[in-house]
């Protein structure tokens, strides 16, 4: 079939709205009808010629949601009708990391999905007959797409789409980061750094899990009055002395939890030296830079601190989006905060705009 896609065809320039072909879905493949996407920061990353595994022309794209149109053969957990949220982190449920309670790193298809093709190491995207590469497995700037069934999350067809893509990337990775990673237990003291859609959840997700104190640090005071209506409990404007400020704010001692969702190195090093001697545990969701690293004095972690990383949260996709969608149901996130500008495909580019500006949380597609 004829699609109408935003193929990134040179790094750095704009994305172009392009007609590409699409084919059928094959074995274990899914026709999903985009309805909705969010732009995210890894688009732009990608789009940039910033990160080192970037290819081109590719259609970029990974926070969607949609109907399922079609099925390909073999496909069991899916129906035509289906609502989804696509997962570029998918669940096979059979692997050795799938059986595990301990990650979410499903290895089924990551190999061709890195290289940019679906599982049988082919692209379904092509224009006049030359393959266009799939990003993150999803490719979702575009009116439909074809992905693994082991890449879709079935939800509620209760959940409005346009919010339902959220879960797809920032809001289910700061969920997961307290929920999953963490484990945030009740009655503690969190301090979460970053305020944009992955730090706010991290924020509702110490909320959610009963924590007492969530002291939220950003550098916009808009943002943390976001923060302060999503949960956080106090507020801290960022800057050089901000250890010094978490460490007075917590009797001396620092926090139980930290967070750190701004992807900056400095800021990974606050969060860590702002955890709490004895146990205090830093979750570290940012994407750094290609080749910065993380400075840490070792005797922050022989004194009882120590570091987890945390990828799309630690969600297993397929169990947990449908979950974390029901308590969005349940009035336990308001996510509808979080879609601060509508935008047709055609606008694909102003998203990216608006969010260098870091004008609102997210821009989201709807088609
Ligand atoms: N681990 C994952 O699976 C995963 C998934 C999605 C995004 N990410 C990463 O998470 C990070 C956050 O994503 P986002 O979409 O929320 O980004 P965002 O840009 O919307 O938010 C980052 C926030 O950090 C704040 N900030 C910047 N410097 C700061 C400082 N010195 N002190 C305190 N706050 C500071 C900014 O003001 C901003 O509000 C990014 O690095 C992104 O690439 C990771
Ligand atoms: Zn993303
Ligand atoms: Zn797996």
Redesign the pocket.
Known sequence: MRIKAAVLEEFGAPLTIQELELAEPKSGEVLVRLVACGV???DL?TASGADPSGYAPTVLGHEGAGVVERIGEGVSSLEEGDHVVTLF?PQCRECIHCESNQTNLCLAIREQQNRGYLPDGTARLSRGGEAIRHFMGTSTFAEYTVMPEIALAKVSPEAPLEGACLFA??LS??LGAAINTAKVEPGSTCVV????????GAVIGCRLQGAERIIC????EE?LGLAARHGATETVV??FD?VERIVELTGGFGADYTFE????V??MR?AVESARMGWGLCTV????GKGETLEIVPRFLITGRRVA?????GVKGRDQVPQLVERWLAGEIDVESFVSHRLTLDEVNRGFEL?EA?DG?RSVISF
Do not use: K, P
């Open positions: 995210c920061h890894t990353y982190s990337c920032g990775t700061g750094f970053g305020a944009g859609l992955v730090g706010l640090v950003d550098l916009s943002r960022g800057g901000t969702a701004t992807g900056n400095a800021v606050q969701a940012g994407v750094a990383g945390s990828s799309f949260g969010m870091q949380i």
